[in-house]
């Protein structure tokens, strides 16, 4: 008598079934992460442009600014110091950033743009954060949409998991 090694079709069944329904338990969280993820990096790129901005307009001693690209902050951003570019950023497709005309900071560091707080939103797949600008030159991130003035106490806890709120 030989005997046969394998799997039979219903031990491959179940264990396809089993694949199936755990690939379907984990993919909203999948899809949560990456869109955490992405609201998580346009927020890293526009802060590393406004540090950018900020420090070359301390450096150059000249008041430097951070404009979008074709007045639109969809199409990207860059930063303007003594009239040339000095940095260059692209946006995160399908990822949504609405925020002032530009911001400029004098050359101690201090955003010179407009009276009080300024903002950008950024949203993506139905999740909003913003990115509030104060005056001596700091940036904040909080979730959800923008408000009119700056939050006096942001909340910097779990920003990112109250996004999608």
Same mark, same amino acid.
């Given at each position: 008598? @030989?005997? $046969? ?11 396809? #079934? *089993? +694949? %199936?329904?755990?690939?379907? /338990? ?8 990456? @869109?955490? $993820? ?11 442009? #406004? *540090? +950018? %901005?900020?420090?070359?307009? /301390? ?10 690209? $074709? ?95």
């Amino acid at each position: 008598m @030989t005997t $046969q090694r394998g799997f039979t079709f219903i031990e491959l069944l179940m264990a396809l #079934l *089993m +694949l %199936t329904v755990l690939v379907t /338990i984990s993919a909203p969280s999948y899809e949560s992460m990456i @869109t955490k $993820q992405k609201l998580r990096a346009t927020s890293s790129d526009i802060r590393s442009a #406004l *540090m +950018l %901005t900020r420090s070359e307009a /301390i450096l150059t001693t000249e008041s430097s600014t951070l404009q979008p690209k $074709q007045s639109d902050w969809n199409n990207g951003w860059q930063v303007i110091s003594g009239g040339n570019v000095a940095g260059d950023f692209a946006p995160n497709k399908h990822v949504h950033v609405e925020g002032p005309s530009k911001v400029r900071y004098s050359s101690w560091g201090r955003n010179t743009t407009g009276l009080g707080c300024q903002s950008f939103s950024i949203a993506y797949n139905g999740c909003a954060i913003c990115i509030y600008l104060d005056v001596d030159g700091s940036s904040f991130v909080d979730n959800g949409e923008c408000l009119d003035q700056c939050p006096i106490e942001p909340d910097q806890r779990n920003v990112w998991n109250k996004a999608c709120d």
